[in-house]
């Protein structure tokens, strides 16, 4: 997530190059067509793009506020995450009488959060962060879960038995959500919790399972195929289409003229479909940026700052040595 005042203009034309470099084809063979081989045909009424331009930006601005709205939903979703899970260290501190046992809860919840942004940053076919612009992009920020292992991370916060029985299962979120459970029952019927806080916190581990499959059902589930197919055609059928359809407009202002322009207006085109066009495969872009909330691209919820927030959080309510918090990056994830 962009955390700074805005994207640097340098910075979206770098991001968006290679769109403008197709651009300039799609504007320079028509004209050098229709300027140097007289195919005069090759021109189209203007009134067509006009519509065709009225319809993409329908198509395009629909699927910006859907993406836009999968990205709010899941920056919801892990603020839900990120009070419970404060809620979830002040009850264990407070009403677990022994400190041990406190730790353990808390350490498990932890290794929860591992579990499940690991997860939940795993590629996905339909995903656009190895595109080339986008591949481009990542020297500007850096994604911990593609830097290790969770086998390295999970035994900070597991006993051995539980890591490997974490590490062996399908789900290793769901496996330790089940441990959690499984502890606390065995902690109520060793009377070292009480029934009141024993239905709290097993309420709160529902919680966590709407929360996790929430999350999971953004990353598993994407924006329609239909939906963004259709959006790129139309923006791609657009963009080769305005070229043709200005030739005849700026041919027409050659009689208006003189000078070196005279006869030369035509090549204004290429500069001008290239501006127009590239308002559209921008936006395009910037919606298929925002599809997928948790790819590891620049627009991502920041799960990863997330995470360390609340294990500096919980840790400091034990009395533990809390880490330094995350210094100031513009790109956070």
């Not at 060793?190 to 999350?215: C, P, V, W």
């Not at 041919?251 to 204004?268: E, K, P, T, Y």
Request: hydrophobic residues 40%; charged residues 20%.
């Amino acid at each position: 997530m962009h955390l700074g005042k805005s994207y640097k203009l340098s910075e979206f034309l770098i991001w968006t190059r290679w769109k403008i470099y197709e651009l300039l084809i799609f504007g320079s063979v028509p004209v050098v067509l229709y300027k140097f081989f007289a195919v005069t045909w090759l021109s189209i009424p203007l009134t067509i793009v006009v519509l065709l331009g009225t319809a993409t930006s329908f198509i395009v601005g629909f699927k910006n506020v859907q993406t836009y709205n999968r990205a709010m939903d899941a920056l919801e979703i892990w603020t839900d995450i990120l009070s419970k899970s404060r809620r979830w260290g002040q009850i264990t501190r407070d009403f677990v009488t022994d400190e041990e046992i406190s730790r353990k809860l808390v350490y498990r919840h932890l290794a929860w959060l591992t579990a499940l942004r690991y997860d939940l940053r795993r590629p996905r076919i339909w995903e656009s962060t190895s595109k080339r612009y986008n591949a481009e992009y990542r020297r500007f920020y850096r994604v911990p879960e593609w830097e290790k292992d969770i086998e390295e991370l999970l035994p900070k916060y597991l006993s051995p038995s539980e890591t490997a029985q974490a590490l062996s299962s399908a789900s290793i979120a769901t496996c330790v959500l089940s441990l959690q459970g499984t502890s606390l029952k065995m902690l109520h019927m060793a009377g070292h919790l009480d029934s009141n806080f024993y239905m709290e916190l097993q309420k709160t581990i529902g919680d966590f399972i709407d929360l996790q499959s929430r999350s999971e059902r953004f990353k598993n589930f994407p924006y329609p195929r239909q939906y963004a197919t259709v959006s790129a055609l139309f923006v791609r059928f657009f963009c080769l289409s305005l070229p043709f359809g200005l030739l005849n407009e700026f041919n027409r202002l050659n009689d208006s003229v003189n000078g070196f322009m005279h006869g030369n207006m035509v090549w204004l085109v290429v500069p001008c479909s290239i501006a127009v066009s590239w308002m559209y495969t921008s936006l395009e872009q910037v919606g298929e940026s925002t599809e997928n909330p948790f790819e590891g691209g620049a627009n991502d919820v920041p799960i990863s700052t997330l995470c360390s927030t609340i294990e500096r959080d919980l840790k400091a309510m034990l009395g533990e040595h809390a880490n330094d918090p995350p210094s100031r990056m513009i790109i956070a994830l």
